[in-house]
């Protein structure tokens, strides 16, 4: 078992290091959220005063943070956890950011000899909880291999997508992809409802049919027609569309670099500011299909 420093313990965080816990790993926790330490100490986890001391003499620095100045500061900054780590230190930072800085801040690392890979993540708060996410892997083969020891613990799929950087462009590919079928999603839907058509049934339908997608089948943005997901539980929980809106800037700053053709991701990334500027952005972003409900 590895000596394991978590440090961010949100919505994602705060499970997928209680997960870590469970498989028998000695973990510190750090994050600003007393509340969110204290709940991980009772699962078994200690707890460090500073990200500095969470970090201290670990195999494994792992860090769930909430876009890339974060990332940036945590490790490279003079008050950050750069002088706790060592050669001996694999850092794994899970966050969603933007390619450039995941790269930077593997470079700067290597200068110290300390391996770094971006991991993001896809899966949600369920599979954080569930222990079943997805980790997009960046970095070198030998860095990928030694992380996958403790990835394991926390997931079911995990891929290795290219060097430093490439788990963050493959994990905005995939969130451009799922705002634009969720979207497309809400509008068959809700153009079926205006004719008629029992969202059920309709959903039944195309889930035999070609338009079947993974929106459709595990999270139908329409209330009831699936349990146990957020558009059932008035958009309560997920993913939310304040995070969904991050994805997409990051997606399209990544399509200016590399001058992507993305007219379909600029369309959604339109639609989700949208909700935002209505105030829908601690909705789950299957709420999208509000927009189109002519009574909303």
Request: net charge negative.
């Amino acid at each position: 078992m590895a000596n394991i420093g978590f440090i961010g313990l949100g919505n994602m965080g705060g499970p997928m290091a209680a997960n870590l816990v469970k498989a028998g790993h000695a973990v510190t926790v750090f994050d600003l959220n007393d509340s969110a330490v204290s709940e991980l100490v009772e699962k078994g986890a200690n707890s460090a005063t500073t990200a500095l001391a969470c970090a201290e003499e670990k195999d494994f620095v792992i860090t769930m943070l909430p876009a890339g100045k974060h990332v940036k500061s945590i490790y490279l900054d003079e008050n950050g956890v750069g002088a706790a780590l060592t050669n001996n230190t694999q850092v794994i930072d899970c966050s969603t950011i933007d390619a450039d800085t995941a790269k930077f801040v593997a470079s700067e690392l290597a200068k110290r000899d300390v391996s770094f890979v971006d991991a993001p993540v896809s899966g949600g708060v369920a599979g954080a909880t569930n222990g079943t996410l997805t980790f997009i892997v960046g970095g070198s083969d030998t860095e990928f291999e030694n992380a996958k020891t403790v990835l394991a613990d926390m997931g079911k799929n995990i891929f290795h997508a290219g060097d430093h950087g490439a788990g963050q462009v493959a994990k905005i590919c995939n969130n451009m992809l799922l705002a634009i079928l969720m979207a497309g999603t809400s509008e068959a839907l809700q153009m079926g409802i205006d004719n008629g058509l029992d969202a059920k049934v309709l959903s039944d339908i195309m889930l035999q049919s070609s338009g079947r997608n993974w929106t459709l089948e595990l999270y139908n943005p329409c209330p009831n027609v699936l349990e146990n997901v957020p558009s059932s539980n008035d958009y309560k929980g997920g993913f939310m569309v304040d995070l969904m809106a991050k994805d997409l800037g990051l997606a399209m700053e990544t399509a200016n670099s590399s001058q992507s053709n993305v007219p379909l991701g600029r369309l959604s990334q339109s639609l989700y500011q949208l909700m935002q500027n209505q105030e829908m952005g601690n909705l789950d972003f299957s709420s999208i299909f509000k927009l189109f409900n002519k009574d909303s």
